[in-house]
């Protein structure tokens, strides 16, 4: 299984090499492992901790009273998360948020903004269902009540009750689970219109995994409307399937 959240550059990346950067007792640190792919491009996958400050609210109590004062406190954490990056193509993906972090990091250094992405999942279920293989196990949706988003139905449909044609309607697909045959091998996972990818078969290895992102996810993932303005064309046009050389 590989799970990410994804975050996309909204600039071209000149260099899309990444070094390890590992020191005694220095934050942040990244170990990185290089991929080579059939197609001549390299993903490049690892682990990376950093220490973050959180905040927590204060409680006092009181001869009467609890109270709670949001935020009040802040205090450091070390975490740490798996990642993996085609910065060719654009992207980077980290397994928690506890990671996004590495989003900031990484786009420092290549010069450029990385957000966690949208994802169309009612588009990517159309997609899917050209394939004579393709199916769903589990399609949530929901719709505004009120122009104003405060009142929200959600509807959930798991298994044998769930059709990748229940992704069209009036209601936006929010997660779809997944299965058909992709790059001559069973696929099956999870998409999210949040930025979450999970394969839980079919995607094991780095270079099987970034080649299924490009092709298959990255036509239907965007930035947040906030930051398209300058959104790299790396991301644009079809992506060539290719998968590791080394495991």
Not at 61 to 77: A, F, H, L, M, N
Not at 188 to 203: I, N
């Amino acid at each position: 299984m590989r799970a990410t959240i994804l975050g996309l550059a909204r600039d071209n990346i000149t260099d899309p090499t990444i070094e390890s950067r590992i020191e005694n007792a220095t934050y942040p640190a990244i170990d990185a492992t290089a991929y080579e792919r059939l197609d001549g491009t390299t993903v490049y996958a690892g682990d990376a901790a950093a220490k973050i400050t959180r905040e927590r609210d204060a409680i006092y109590v009181t001869e009467t009273d609890i109270i709670v004062e949001p935020g009040e406190e802040e205090y450091d954490e070390t975490v740490v998360c798996e990642w993996i990056a085609d910065l060719s193509a654009g992207w980077v993906g980290v397994d928690t948020s506890d990671g996004d972090w590495l989003f900031d990091t990484l786009g420092a250094t290549k010069g450029t903004l990385i957000e966690r992405a949208e994802i169309d999942v009612d588009g990517f279920a159309e997609y899917l269902s050209d394939y004579p293989t393709s199916d769903a196990w589990n399609v949530t949706q929901s719709r505004r009540l009120d122009p104003d988003g405060d009142a929200e139905e959600s509807v959930i449909a798991y298994h044998d009750a769930a059709h990748l044609a229940d992704t069209s309607g009036s209601r936006d697909t929010t997660m779809l689970g997944f299965e058909y045959n992709w790059n001559e091998g069973y696929t099956r996972g999870v998409v999210s219109e949040s930025g979450y990818v999970a394969l839980f078969d079919g995607g094991d290895r780095p270079g099987t995994y970034a080649a299924f992102i490009n092709s298959e996810i990255l036509p239907f993932a965007s930035l947040p409307e906030e930051y398209q303005g300058a959104l790299s064309d790396v991301q644009e046009g079809d992506q060539e399937v290719s998968a590791d050389v080394d495991e």
